[in-house]
């Protein structure tokens, strides 16, 4: 049997999401839960609630992507599900659930790794040539890829600390924005001075692909402590030197591993490539240079199940089949 319309699921951290997508491009629906207000009281994701939360959920939200679709389960080919990195019991949730309709339904499925996903998500719009540099920025994740094919990419430097999105989500806590805090600081970014508050660059003088954010967050941390009570005007403006140093700092790799490639082609993907700054600065180098800069839209950047439903088309027409006993993994690249 042939592959076209796969039913994805997306479980590895706080969003609970399904999507049905028809040939790995068109999105027939893809709806994702957020789990923003259940963790926002405690400032960050318990992993605990995360995982109570997908099972509460997971049901309902598949129901409610196929009824979008318009498509009965018998109208499936096959089943993807996002098997690590992520939270354990928070994937063991969409894996289970996933493993379960494919026996029921004799289907095929397979497993995939949520930030090769990530950077499949760009395919859902705009079909692009391999090679090219991959850059994933997420809340768990900062990594440069070099990408040759589906299923044929290797690792160039990853954080050796925070992820930048971690970064985004402390200093507006700091900040007292509460959480999640990167689209905040986005927001208000516009409002302040990226040149007010000069803060560190880390490795930039240093020749390789890593990153680290840790440095940075203490130095607005230290920051804000010495000056105590911020004014609005003093916290737009942290929020845009901060925004500012990390922009600066994914830029700045990710040309160099441009040039070291010699690719004219990068993917930026993950929840920070929804950063308008990011993207701002780097379709303007970009254009100088003549490479070309592929980010996915909004909806696509943060965790979803389309990109999982995208990736998990490709690995099933190439026939790979996963068996029933298939593992999650919290950790890996
Ligand atoms: O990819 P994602 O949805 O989940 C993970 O796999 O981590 O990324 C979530 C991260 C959070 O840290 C969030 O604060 C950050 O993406 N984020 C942003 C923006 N929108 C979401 N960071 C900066 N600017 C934004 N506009
Ligand atoms: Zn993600």
């Given at each position: ?83 690590g990195p ?27 790794n949520h930030l090769e996903?990530h950077l ?14 991959g850059?994933l920025?997420s809340?768990g994740h900062t990594s440069l890829y070099d990408v ?5 990419f290797t690792i160039l430097g990853t954080t050796?600390?925070?992820a ?45 692909f890593d ?118 993994f919290a950790s890996g690249r």
């Amino acid at each position: 049997m042939s592959i076209h319309v796969v039913l994805g699921i997306e479980t590895s951290c706080d969003e609970t999401s399904c999507a049905l997508v028809l040939n790995g491009r068109e999105v027939l629906s893809n709806i994702v839960a957020s789990q923003d207000a259940v963790h926002a009281p405690y400032g960050g994701i318990v992993p605990e609630l995360a995982s109570r939360c997908h099972v509460e959920r997971i049901h309902s939200i598949v129901e409610e992507a196929l009824k979008k679709a318009n498509l009965s389960l018998r109208e499936i080919d096959g089943i993807a599900v996002t098997s690590g990195p992520g939270l354990m019991g928070s994937l063991i949730v969409g894996l289970s659930y996933a493993k379960a309709l494919a026996y029921a339904l004799k289907l095929p499925f397979c497993g995939v790794n949520h930030l090769e996903a990530h950077l499949q998500a760009i395919f859902l719009e705009k079909p692009l040539p391999y090679p090219f540099i991959g850059l994933l920025v997420s809340g768990g994740h900062t990594s440069l890829y070099d990408v040759r094919g589906v299923g044929d990419f290797t690792i160039l430097g990853t954080t050796r600390d925070d992820a930048a999105g971690e970064a985004f989500d402390k200093v507006a806590k700091i900040l007292g924005l509460g959480y999640p805090g990167g689209r905040k600081i986005d927001e208000l970014s516009k409002l302040g001075n990226p040149s007010a508050i000069s803060f560190p660059r880390p490795f930039l003088e240093e020749e390789n692909f890593d990153f680290s954010f840790s440095g940075l967050k203490t130095a607005v941390l230290n920051q804000v402590n010495r000056l105590g009570r911020l004014t609005d005007q003093e916290i737009y403006d942290f929020c845009a030197s901060f925004q500012e140093a990390v922009v600066e700092t994914l830029l700045y790799r990710a040309f160099k591993a441009l040039e070291k490639k010699q690719y004219q082609r990068i993917v930026v993907a993950g929840g920070v490539a929804a950063n308008s700054r990011l993207r701002n600065a780097f379709e303007t180098k970009g254009n100088a240079r003549g490479i070309e800069i592929f980010f996915p839209s909004l909806s696509l950047c943060t965790d979803n199940a389309a990109m999982v439903a995208a990736l998990g088309y490709q690995y099933l027409s190439l026939g790979r089949r996963d068996a029933w006993d298939l593992g999650a993994f919290a950790s890996g690249r």
